[in-house]
């Protein structure tokens, strides 16, 4: 059974296969991988060329392919009889409440307890961390509003940036954070579809025509490693320098690369997303929420 994703993210490439292995050529030469462990293929990069044997033999061995246009996935290549792994799907549709509410909590664990960890990377007074931490180990149905209110607060104080207000609908740091996580969406997105899970049916985010509800959940412990990066640019180049351009946009890609550890242990930031994936599943395929492990942001 395939169990490596694939990404070819060159900036042009050949993909395709002969005798049972995958081929890839770039300008850096030709790299091979037997077909049989591969469990999917995610492109990400601007101009490659695709034979049409590997998408027939992907087909064949049930191998998806992702094709991805500014590294959001803008097409599926899946066996003619499936478009994502049915089971799964019922799965996620049979879940009970209780699981789905253990799921989310365990999200928002995650989400706010990593939120304090960065206010104190950032410099923030302990005192005023004392009252962010007790909300954030609390239950209270508004701890996530709270815990974000205090974060954004201290984010923006330690960017320089005196009273921020997060708000996507604004400009200037604003405008640099949405881009970062459409970044991090396109990245989760890629994972689900990698594993064979559909995004429309989450755990919390509600259902929307034409929305990831899925992949806004999962991604949510990981905006912190956004925020970081967008605070590193700002302090070094100023306010005034908040403009989605090829600079900032090569500057907070990178987060993608970034080292941090997950269950013990060091990984890129791409892969630790993919295993979060890989544990949401195996909790969604059991109907056991304990096997789920969302990343929490530790320093």
Known sequence: MGFHTVTVDAAECFLGCKSSQLICRTDEGERTLPLEDVASIVVTGFSGTVHSELLLECAERGIPMIFCRAYRPSALVYPANRSTDTILTRAVLRLSPTIRGSLWRATLDAKCLGQCTAAREYGADPADLVPMEAMARGKNPAR????????????????????????????????????????????????????????????????????????????????????????????????????????????????????????????????????????????????????????????
Not at 228 to 249: M, N, P, Q, T
Request: hydrophobic fraction near 45%; charge should be positive; proline fraction near 4%.
């Open 144 to 299: 996530e509003a709270a815990v974000a209110r205090s974060y954004w607060g201290l984010w923006g104080a330690s960017a320089g940036l005196g009273k921020f207000h997060r708000e996507r609908s604004l400009d200037g740091a604003n405008q640099l954070l949405n881009y970062g996580y459409a970044v991090l969406l396109s990245c989760v997105l890629q994972k689900l579809f990698a594993v064979g899970i559909d995004p429309s049916f989450g755990i919390a985010h509600v259902v929307r025509e034409r929305s990831d509800p899925l992949a806004y959940d999962l991604m949510e412990p990981f905006r912190m490693l956004v925020d970081r990066r967008v605070r590193e640019w700002i302090i070094e180049l100023g306010d005034s320098e908040c403009v989605v351009d090829k600079a900032f946009r090569a500057h907070v890609i990178r987060f993608l690369k970034d080292p941090i550890e997950y269950q013990g242990r060091p990984m890129e930031t791409a892969s630790c997303v993919e295993a979060v994936v890989r544990s949401i599943r195996a909790a969604i395929l059991r109907g056991k929420s304990s096997l789920y492990r969302p990343w929490t942001f530790t320093r």
